[in-house]
């Protein structure tokens, strides 16, 4: 029995079984109610009601305290000898990585096709809303974040949850919080070895094998598949072996360098077709407000922008908490400004440059694809650059491999810490755990497993309701955390000693 045949008939096994579970669970997270002749996502207006409210409680905070989260990351506020295993920008990069993704490159794409140019500015909305809901979540993360005796550290929601929820409300809350820390931890794992490793392994390699010949090129083959599988497992292994430091070092040089091609690229196609480039702002203002051939008019071109925002920026999720918990600092507060650039990042620049290029060069694809006709997202991205740069897909294979490469990493250190939560932090347990994360790295250029991968992005959203209740649950903290930092910053911007000792404490955040 050949290769393609073993893995075609576990594809068609896995699908068999799961299939009925992933739709009833699809149907019930992302659960639609008709507004306005359109479907309105429950999940996304729960995100979205989330950035709302914790930028009104915060007080723009997003926008107020921006050159100071530069400044941040900039190491302006650095400490000696604060706790953690990496400095702010890498920290900042390994959350990144799990963001920025293909979602940024084909998502964008069918979000303007279904949404037309008006979901640009919704888009770039919801981001702005959701780095609020970042800095919460990520100050919450370090505040009740672990520092184990190796000085490693272990934080995110499966920690704060129970941690916070106890100090706030005592027996009753710290029950609570055990038990959405343990469904948190779970879905986290899940979603990491499908959607964060599986998926984004077989996307990538889809996209190699176009570009060098398709299915009669070198890498179209069962053994070429198999060979990729295996160099990017080998790849994925060795780094996770070193923990998020060596996670963390990976991708503070990935992240600038695919961020820097994409943009780079984007700007090409924006400076050759620049006068038409106040056209394309006028259509996506006036297609925000106004859209033509957009089911539900304006709440269908929002609906679909806050959609990709949200599935994008992953704010409120639970997830970036991980990642930026492991950040050398003694003010939980400084982490969470380093986390609003997250969402800005991600939406308000990669996810706006690829939709701004899609809409000046205007591909034949587009118009296909706005027509009804099914093209995928990618395709429709690529013909954007190709307009201009004809040999741009193989640029864009180095992105989206770039792009890969960094999320399977930074997905599995939170797989990661979410197994050791679970299972215990024994070097057997961490060993087993780096084991199955590695054979999913090589399944995923052989299988597709898409229902699964359904399956997993029901359940990351699944986490949004768990996380978000606790958040807000525990906003009061994360004011006082707030207020903690910036009397620091004033004294330190004032050149007063700031007691840059080992024993300095956060504010008390008992309410």
Same mark, same amino acid.
């Given at each position: 029995?050949?290769?393609?045949?073993?893995?075609?008939?576990?594809?068609?096994?896995?699908?068999?079984?799961?299939?009925?579970?992933?739709? /009833? #669970?699809?149907?019930?997270?992302?659960?639609?109610?008709?507004?306005?002749?359109?479907?309105?996502?429950?999940?996304?207006? /729960?995100?979205?009601?989330?950035? #709302?409210?914790?930028?009104? /409680?915060?007080?723009?905070?997003?926008?107020?305290?921006?050159? #100071?989260?530069?400044?941040?990351?900039?190491?302006? !506020?650095?400490?000696?000898?604060?706790?953690?295993?990496?400095?702010?920008?890498?920290?900042?990069?390994?959350?990144?990585?799990?963001?920025?993704?293909?979602?940024?490159?084909?998502?964008?794409?069918?979000?303007?096709?279904?949404?037309?140019?008006?979901?640009?500015? /919704?888009?770039?909305?919801?981001?702005?809303?959701?780095?609020?809901?970042?800095?919460?979540?990520?100050?919450?993360?370090?505040? !009740?974040?672990?520092?184990?005796?190796?000085?490693?550290?272990?934080?995110?929601?499966?920690? !704060?949850?129970?941690?916070?929820?106890?100090?706030?409300?005592?027996?009753?809350?710290?029950?609570?919080?055990?038990?959405?820390?343990?469904?948190?931890?779970?879905?986290?794992?899940?979603?990491?070895?499908?959607?964060?490793?599986?998926?984004?392994?077989?996307?990538?390699?889809a996209q190699l094998v176009s570009v060098t010949g398709g299915e009669d090129g070198a890498l179209g083959s069962s053994a070429g598949a198999l060979f990729f599988g295996i160099l990017i497992a080998a790849l994925v292994g060795v780094v996770l072996l070193g923990g998020i430091r060596s996670i963390a070092n990976v991708t503070s040089r990935l992240v600038p360098a695919m961020a820097g091609i994409y943009v780079v690229a984007c700007l090409i196609v924006i400076l050759v077709n620049i006068t038409a480039v106040p056209d394309a702002i006028a259509s996506i203002v006036e297609g925000a407000f106004n859209p033509e051939g957009v089911a539900g008019g304006v709440l269908g071109a929002l609906i679909i922008g806050f959609k990709r925002a949200a599935f994008s920026n992953e704010a409120g999720l639970g997830s970036a908490p991980i990642a930026h918990s492991a950040v050398k600092t003694k003010h939980p507060a400084s982490e969470g400004l380093v986390a609003l650039l997250e969402p800005f990042i991600d939406t308000v620049v990669v996810c706006t440059m690829t939709a701004l290029t899609i809409v000046i060069a205007n591909p034949a694809s587009w118009g296909e694809a706005r027509a009804g006709e099914d093209i995928g997202g990618v395709t429709i991205t690529s013909d954007a650059f190709e307009t201009v740069l004809p040999w741009f897909p193989y640029i864009l294979t180095v992105a989206v491999l770039l792009f890969a490469v960094s999320t399977v990493l930074t997905w599995g250190y939170y797989g990661l810490k979410s197994w050791t939560y679970l299972f215990g932090r024994s070097r057997a347990s961490e060993v087993t755990y780096k084991i199955v994360y590695t054979v999913f790295a090589v399944a995923g250029s052989l299988l597709t497993l898409q229902t699964l991968i359904d399956m997993a992005d029901a359940f990351l959203f699944t986490l949004a309701v768990i996380n978000i209740i606790g958040l807000y649950l525990l906003a009061p903290v994360v004011k006082r955390e707030l207020g903690s930092f910036l009397e620091f910053v004033r004294a330190r911007n004032a050149g007063q000693d700031t007691g840059d000792d080992e024993d300095r404490e956060s504010a008390k955040t008992t309410v």
């Amino acid at each position: 029995m050949s290769l393609d045949s073993v893995t075609q008939s576990v594809d068609e096994a896995v699908s068999g079984f799961f299939e009925p579970i992933a739709k /009833w #669970l699809g149907e019930v997270v992302f659960y639609t109610v008709p507004v306005g002749g359109t479907d309105l996502p429950l999940i996304v207006a /729960w995100l979205v009601v989330a950035g #709302l409210v914790f930028t009104g /409680w915060f007080g723009l905070v997003q926008l107020r305290k921006f050159k #100071l989260a530069v400044d941040v990351v900039r190491g302006k !506020y650095d400490e000696k000898g604060s706790t953690g295993e990496v400095n702010h920008f890498q920290a900042l990069t390994a959350a990144v990585s799990g963001t920025v993704g293909l979602g940024n490159i084909a998502g964008v794409a069918v979000a303007v096709s279904i949404g037309g140019p008006g979901a640009t500015f /919704w888009m770039i909305l919801c981001g702005l809303l959701g780095m609020a809901t970042k800095f919460v979540e990520v100050t919450l993360g370090v505040k !009740y974040r672990e520092v184990h005796a190796d000085g490693t550290v272990s934080g995110g929601p499966m920690h !704060y949850l129970p941690k916070g929820l106890a100090e706030r409300f005592g027996k009753n809350g710290k029950t609570l919080g055990k038990v959405l820390a343990v469904l948190a931890s779970f879905l986290i794992l899940f979603f990491g070895l499908f959607g964060g490793n599986l998926f984004q392994v077989n996307q990538s390699y889809a996209q190699l094998v176009s570009v060098t010949g398709g299915e009669d090129g070198a890498l179209g083959s069962s053994a070429g598949a198999l060979f990729f599988g295996i160099l990017i497992a080998a790849l994925v292994g060795v780094v996770l072996l070193g923990g998020i430091r060596s996670i963390a070092n990976v991708t503070s040089r990935l992240v600038p360098a695919m961020a820097g091609i994409y943009v780079v690229a984007c700007l090409i196609v924006i400076l050759v077709n620049i006068t038409a480039v106040p056209d394309a702002i006028a259509s996506i203002v006036e297609g925000a407000f106004n859209p033509e051939g957009v089911a539900g008019g304006v709440l269908g071109a929002l609906i679909i922008g806050f959609k990709r925002a949200a599935f994008s920026n992953e704010a409120g999720l639970g997830s970036a908490p991980i990642a930026h918990s492991a950040v050398k600092t003694k003010h939980p507060a400084s982490e969470g400004l380093v986390a609003l650039l997250e969402p800005f990042i991600d939406t308000v620049v990669v996810c706006t440059m690829t939709a701004l290029t899609i809409v000046i060069a205007n591909p034949a694809s587009w118009g296909e694809a706005r027509a009804g006709e099914d093209i995928g997202g990618v395709t429709i991205t690529s013909d954007a650059f190709e307009t201009v740069l004809p040999w741009f897909p193989y640029i864009l294979t180095v992105a989206v491999l770039l792009f890969a490469v960094s999320t399977v990493l930074t997905w599995g250190y939170y797989g990661l810490k979410s197994w050791t939560y679970l299972f215990g932090r024994s070097r057997a347990s961490e060993v087993t755990y780096k084991i199955v994360y590695t054979v999913f790295a090589v399944a995923g250029s052989l299988l597709t497993l898409q229902t699964l991968i359904d399956m997993a992005d029901a359940f990351l959203f699944t986490l949004a309701v768990i996380n978000i209740i606790g958040l807000y649950l525990l906003a009061p903290v994360v004011k006082r955390e707030l207020g903690s930092f910036l009397e620091f910053v004033r004294a330190r911007n004032a050149g007063q000693d700031t007691g840059d000792d080992e024993d300095r404490e956060s504010a008390k955040t008992t309410v």
